[in-house]
């Protein structure tokens, strides 16, 4: 039996042993889909000597590093911010949206930012359905998070590949 997934082409092993010289057509082949960003040109070449003092070299990484935030929510109160990820998708737990002029938005945090652990409960290995539970119980949050712009065009591609491997799978005899 041959399967087809997400345009490869599968051999199961039960076909391999009777069929090993039997050639798959060139019609049936399917290339592989890869899914990837947009390109983005590369930024002019500036000579070091002048990175210093040029307005379009920016050497700043802080913005990356891991940071603390602080949020009180009082009993009922919205926590301001959406979270999206988990253990399932093995890309750990992202802020996938932050209200205008919430609490979470006056406290710093963005879209894109990486939850990395809160109340010192690591999140970086976490069910969503627990992070969610321990998000809405505490009243005190402590978060540390670092900033990954590119986080929700993968959890994104990542959903969007696990469709697609799920709704590819045909039988081909």
Known sequence: MIYRRAGLMVRSRSSCSKNMDQKIPYDDYQLPVVFLPSYESPPAWIPPQERIHHPDYNNELTQFLPRSVVLKKPPGAQLGFNIRGGKASQLGIFISK???????????????????SVNDVDFQDIEHSKAVEILKTAREILMNVRYFPYSE?????SLKTVIQLISSVVLIQ
């Open 98 to 116: 932050v209200v205008p002029d919430s609490d979470a938005h006056r406290a710093g945090l963005q879209e894109g930012d990486q939850v990395l």
């Open 153 to 157: 065009y993968y959890i994104h591609l």
